[in-house]
């Protein structure tokens, strides 16, 4: 198992400790307001609490269209469904999730989570991974801690980054899950729910929800996460580059808003999956429309050759985009906003249209070969 630390107890104790030592003196104290707020009870959290919360938090540090960005985001995703039953535990819930006949013994990826869960802290973690370990699917239920007191982040990106590091589910509180997805190295492929541990309350009955810097830590995580962006020429950033950089274009007789929004739509297999992500916009709310998809089979060997279609008819047809690109030099085109594939091929395919379009003698038409050959090896690798 992913999380074989034997430590569980010494968190347990090392946080629960000061709780202990306060207890006297809170008994002392029997007031009707200390009755009233022992027996709170609130109503269970939904996924509409959670749009509520995010338009809420944004409302006074963002525009409207950013804000309605934002939501868009959430409004083509899907929710999980809702626990059964109240008392259902973490185990039986996430069984009801995903049928135990899909869940893998071990990942074929390392380091890439099926299930994000995300708790209010490392006391609360340790809880929920107790659980899952007395769980009789405890085998499948393979999963990795997140969070400030488990180990330093430079410790937790090495071990991340290490082709042995496997495990199924992911539990860790805001913050260090932010932080260690700026730091690139969780595979999201496998990725099928974030779960938010939002009725929870600790001993003084505070929900994640409650709590301001977990909140804005909250807010930050499912709202900021850094996707696409522009490149950098020779030290010098090119908005024109950005995948996600609303700008219009026809290809056969459709018109598309980015080329993220083209690429999402080139992964689909119907009709109604196509309109559903053509509708979706053009920036992070199109990424997140691709990912309710099912996914052509063909895809893992034509998705280079889909970016570089949608980026071509992007410039060709719009004349301030490909002048800027084509004045940007010879120099090596980076991105670092993506993956470490996307970066590369997205680099690559700026410069193969950069030459192609430019057509600026034989280092152009040399440059524009090389990668066109590299794109088509890889498309013959992935068939």
């Not at 938090?57 to 309605?68: C, F, G, M, N, R």
């Not at 974030?194 to 001993?203: A, C, H, K, R, S």
Request: proline share 3%.
């Amino acid at each position: 198992m992913a999380d074989d630390l034997n430590d569980d107890d010494y968190y347990l104790q090392e946080e629960v400790r000061p709780q202990e030592m306060e207890e006297p003196t809170e008994k002392k104290v029997k007031t009707k307001k200390n009755q009233k707020s022992s027996t709170i009870k609130r109503a269970v959290g939904t996924y509409s609490d959670l749009v509520s919360t995010i338009r809420i938090h944004y409302k006074k540090t963002k525009s409207q269209y950013e804000l309605d960005e934002v939501i868009s985001i959430f409004n083509s995703s899907i929710s999980a469904p809702a626990p059964s039953s109240i008392q259902l535990c973490l185990d039986e819930y996430l069984n009801e999730l995903i049928p135990t006949s899909k869940w893998s013994k071990q990942s074929e990826l390392s380091s890439a989570p099926m299930v994000l869960i995300i708790a209010q802290s490392a006391l609360r973690c340790i809880e929920l991974g107790k659980i899952l370990k007395s769980s009789s699917s405890a085998k499948l239920f393979t999963f990795h801690y997140l969070f400030a007191k488990h180990k330093k982040l430079s410790e937790q990106i090495e071990l991340l980054n290490k082709p042995t590091t496997l495990f199924n589910i992911i539990i860790g509180t805001p913050k260090r899950v932010d932080d260690i997805l700026d730091g690139k190295c969780l595979n999201m492929k496998r990725l099928k729910f974030v779960l938010i541990d939002w009725n929870y309350q600790n001993i003084k009955q505070q929900r994640l929800i409650d709590l301001n810097q977990l909140k804005t830590e909250l807010c930050h995580l499912l709202c900021e996460q850094k996707m696409g962006g522009p490149a950098d020429i020779d030290g010098k950033s090119h908005p024109e580059t950005d995948n996600f950089l609303p700008c219009k274009f026809v290809i056969d007789g459709i018109t598309y808003s980015s080329a993220e929004n083209y690429f999402q739509c080139a992964k689909t297999t119907n009709q109604a999956d196509r309109d559903m992500v053509l509708r979706s916009g053009p920036g992070t709310s199109a990424w997140a429309a691709g990912q309710r998809v099912k996914i052509r089979d063909d895809w893992e060997s034509i998705k280079v050759d889909a970016m570089y279609t949608g980026n071509l008819a992007k410039f060709q047809q719009n004349d301030e985009l490909r002048q800027a690109l084509l004045s940007s030099g010879n120099g090596s085109v980076r991105f670092t906003g993506s993956t470490a594939f996307w970066n590369y091929w997205n680099g690559l395919i700026m410069e193969r249209i950069r030459a192609e379009l430019r057509q600026n003698g034989e280092t152009d038409a040399r440059r524009a070969a090389e990668i066109r050959d590299e794109m088509e090896k890889f498309a013959r690798q992935g068939k």
